[in-house]
């Protein structure tokens, strides 16, 4: 009876954590959309570990990254050290034709923050019911071109259509936007950092 209480208790704590830590995401992301932001994907060279761009440029990932910051979640650190580690389970030699971890960009791309997420966060199911994409799901999709894009799942909900809010940057800056099935859905993801 002793482990059935612990048990129950521990279960019940993770999902106050996990409940703490998605209202936390969410609203550390619609806070994003408050920035002014010009669409710019540049390579530069910036500090390690918590490193950025110049807060006034970004891309779609920038919005990631720097949401997980706002909770003390250092993707770019995070993304690197495990590259280092396996290097192979990332596609940089595929599609950039890279031999080694870069810890300027390695987080600033979509198709690596899918890596990391497959091997650190929970790969969840791609669906076309609204009501699978719960708040602080992060979620990728591929545009016209083979553009890979990432956006943040909100927990409001546009009444007119049922779809969740995402807060993304598709080239405006930060927004919080209706758009969950605008684009081909290429991955749907959540990542609760160890700590919380």
Excluded at 3 to 29: C, P, Q, R, T
Excluded at 72 to 88: P, R
Aim: with cysteine; net charge neutral.
């Amino acid at each position: 009876m002793k482990y059935i209480i612990i048990i129950i208790a521990l279960s019940v704590s993770l999902k106050i954590n996990a409940g703490e830590f998605e209202d936390k995401i969410v609203k550390a992301a619609i806070e994003r959309t408050n920035h002014f932001v010009i669409y710019n994907g540049a390579y530069l060279s910036i500090d390690y570990p918590n490193g950025d761009v110049p807060a006034n440029i970004g891309v779609c990932t920038d919005v990631i990254i720097r949401t997980y910051r706002a909770l003390d979640v250092d993707l770019q650190k995070l993304v690197h050290e495990d590259m280092l580690l396996d290097f192979q389970a990332y596609p940089s030699k595929r599609i950039w034709n890279l031999n080694r971890p870069d810890k300027n960009i390695d987080h600033r791309r979509v198709p690596n923050l899918q890596a990391f997420l497959k091997r650190h966060g929970q790969e969840l199911k791609v669906s076309e019911n609204p009501k699978d994409y719960k708040a602080g799901d992060l979620v990728t999709w591929m545009l016209a071109g083979n553009l890979p894009h990432i956006g943040i799942v909100t927990d409001e909900i546009n009444p007119k259509t049922g779809h969740p809010y995402i807060v993304h940057n598709i080239g405006l800056g930060p927004k919080k936007d209706d758009m969950l099935f605008d684009y081909k859905i290429s991955g749907h993801y959540k990542y609760i950092p160890e700590n919380y």
